[in-house]
């Protein structure tokens, strides 16, 4: 599809207004000309290295479900949209999980790819994130890891990926990318871009026992970004974890790791009704164990009250600078003692749908689906017990 001129426009003028298009920008008449005459030229255009950083800057800014926002001017930006290929855009998600663990340090980075264009689209991650650990299906219909990945685990086994002999819970998937004709390519992560916290807890030595771990870089790979109209499917983006993100979600949610029984039986809590409120009582331990060894091992976490605080100081700034901060209010309240939190106290301005710049939804599947069909799906692991 064509870029609106009108979208271009109107991104040209907030990036002028806010004075980011760098001070050796042209003047913004004359760049607007010359993007105008681009796009009825070509039906898309180029935007400069200024023009792309404040773009996905300002796409964090307008994402309603994230907390963290008080720093969207932070964001790294890797322009790497020379970049079609499968293995180029592989090898360079390896570099930005390098770039932005910085052994702990984590750094808000997002890498951008190359853009749709009229003759032909980009390249596309099809990972929801650039790390996810597989859900192995077991001849029960019960699912070893997380059984979020179950599907997507299916897909890359039935396109060669070879599974772990020993499946655990926490096998890392591999990255599964097309380039602009649709051909899938499966790509492993080398181990030493994928930093893992060993999870303990402050007061109880047999949670250790549990053998948990989870992974220090959150690294969004499936929502494109569009900018002033281009379309750039391939743009993974990362800020770092809440506590709450890992501990009440992650681990905790029956349709994921599951991990309240097994937490509250290791607590010795009544679990004969809900009402001992035993699974309030787990999650918070378990939350509290994420929280105590993420900061243990050095590794940048956020906790669910401090980010709260920090929420409403980005909305005071965005107010006082004339902007509305639209925020989903179920995403941006904690899923652990919201009611404690400030975020909890207030309403928000509703997100809208045509907020631009933004990071929208995964979009529809494009693999090539005879590649697809050439592949058979493998059998189901064996249940050791």
């Known amino acids: 599809m064509p870029v609106d001129p009108d979208e271009a426009a109107e991104f040209l003028e907030l990036t002028y207004a806010e004075d980011a298009a760098g001070p050796d920008a042209e003047p913004l ?144 998937l591999p990255l599964l990318v097309s380039g602009p004709d649709g051909r899938p390519s499966l790509h492993e992560l080398p181990d030493d871009a994928v930093l893992e916290v060993p999870l303990t807890h402050p007061d109880h030595p047999w949670f250790a026992e549990m053998r948990l771990r989870w992974h220090a870089v959150p690294a969004i790979s499936n929502m494109p970004l569009v900018v002033g109209g281009v379309r750039y499917p391939a743009a993974p983006f990362n800020g770092w974890y809440l506590n709450t993100e890992i501990g009440a979600r992650n681990l905790a949610d029956a349709d994921r790791y599951d991990l309240l029984p097994a937490v509250a039986a290791r607590l010795g809590l009544d679990t004969s009704s809900v009402r001992t409120m035993w699974r309030d009582r787990a999650l918070v331990e378990l939350t509290l164990a994420v929280q105590h060894s993420f900061d243990e091992a050095g590794v940048t976490m956020a906790d669910h009250h401090t980010e709260s605080d920090r929420f409403l100081a980005h909305l005071a700034k965005e107010e006082k600078a004339g902007r509305s901060c639209p925020a989903d209010w179920t995403w941006i309240v904690p899923p652990l003692s919201g009611g404690l939190t400030s975020v909890f106290h207030r309403y928000y301005d509703d997100p809208r749908p045509d907020e631009r710049p933004a990071f929208l939804p995964p979009a529809e599947d494009v693999l090539d689906k005879a590649a697809l069909d050439d592949a058979d799906f493998g059998e189901p692991m064996a249940d050791p017990g």
């Open 29 to 172: 008449a004359q760049r607007m000309s010359v993007v105008l005459d681009e796009i009825a030229a070509t039906g898309t255009y180029r935007h400069t290295g200024e023009e792309l950083a404040f773009g996905a800057r300002a796409a964090w800014r307008n994402s309603a479900r994230c907390i963290g926002r008080l720093y969207w001017r932070t964001l790294q930006v890797r322009d790497r949209r020379h970049l079609t290929a499968p293995g180029d855009v592989a090898a360079e998600c390896v570099e930005h999980l390098r770039d932005a663990t910085r052994g702990g340090r984590i750094r808000s980075s997002i890498t951008v790819f190359a853009p749709d264009v009229p003759e032909r689209p980009g390249p596309r991650i099809h990972n929801e994130q650039l790390i996810r650990y597989a859900g192995h299906r077991l001849p029960d219909g019960s699912v070893r890891g997380d059984p979020r990945t179950a599907d997507f685990t299916d897909l890359v086994g039935r396109l060669g990926w070879k599974r772990p002999e020993q499946r655990g819970r926490f096998d890392v």
